[in-house]
């Protein structure tokens, strides 16, 4: 069986076929093979963490009434748990 020859236009085709919404994490992607670094864990910028929709996640929480106390609280439980670890082992 032969193999389909991949040249820029097959790559734009599939491109195409993700949802515009996850092309961030194609674009992260694609830089984590232009540095040679694991997907997994790619190196983010400032833009990409503005792009990420993580900025203001808590606001309109009205449960959180100081954002960095309950970000200290929730740091302090995952680095004192007790034979648990998280999906990387750790």
């Known amino acids: 069986m032969r ?3 991949i040249d820029e236009k097959t790559i734009l085709t599939e491109l195409h076929q993700v949802p515009k919404d ?3 994490e194609v ?3 694609i830089r984590s093979l232009q ?3 694991a997907a997994a864990q ?3 910028s400032g833009a990409d963490l503005i792009d990420s929709e993580l900025i203001g ?4 929480r009205t449960d959180i009434a100081d954002s960095q106390e309950f ?3 929730l740091r302090h439980r ?3 748990r007790r034979g648990k670890t998280d999906v990387g082992g750790h």
Do not use: N, S
């Open 3 to 5: 193999r389909k020859t």
């Open 22 to 24: 996850r092309w961030g």
């Open 27 to 29: 674009r992260t992607f």
């Open 35 to 37: 540095t040679g670094r």
């Open 42 to 44: 790619p190196v983010l």
């Open 57 to 60: 996640i808590w606001a309109d």
């Open 71 to 73: 970000a200290r609280q």
């Open 78 to 80: 995952a680095e004192h």
